[in-house]
């Protein structure tokens, strides 16, 4: 079992930039694709970017990006130029089989206009 481990949101004036982690633990890391989701309150949780230098949402192309570090079992999300409507709960998971599982607690973000 995965178990997954976000961090380094917090709070940050729009155009300001943060970068997430999720941090691994369980089983082998290189083989799992991970995926970064957020929800926003009122709202459903959103697909934001997975691995795969393609597979990224059109609200957050061109200002996110996904990077992973194998050796620290770590997969980043780097936020660039933020904006108030990219506040949110910020959570990774693991691609299997054929849906994300194994949820981590998510990280609060919050940009400030």
């Known amino acids: 079992q995965v178990q997954l481990v976000e961090s380094g949101g917090g709070l940050v004036q729009a155009g300001g930039s943060l970068r997430l982690s999720c941090a691994a633990s369980g089983r082998t890391f290189s083989s799992y694709s991970i995926g970064w989701f957020r929800q926003a309150p009122g709202k459903e949780r959103e697909f934001v970017a997975g691995?795969?230098?393609?597979n990224i949402a059109d609200s957050v192309k061109g200002r996110f990006t996904i990077s992973r570090d194998n050796a620290k079992n770590t997969v980043y999300l780097q936020m660039n130029n933020l904006k108030p409507e990219d506040t949110a709960v910020y959570y990774c998971?693991?691609?299997?089989?054929?849906?994300?599982?194994?949820w981590g607690q998510g990280t609060q973000v919050t940009v400030s206009s």
């Open positions: 691995d795969g230098s393609t």
């Open positions: 998971a693991v691609w299997i089989g054929t849906r994300y599982d194994c």
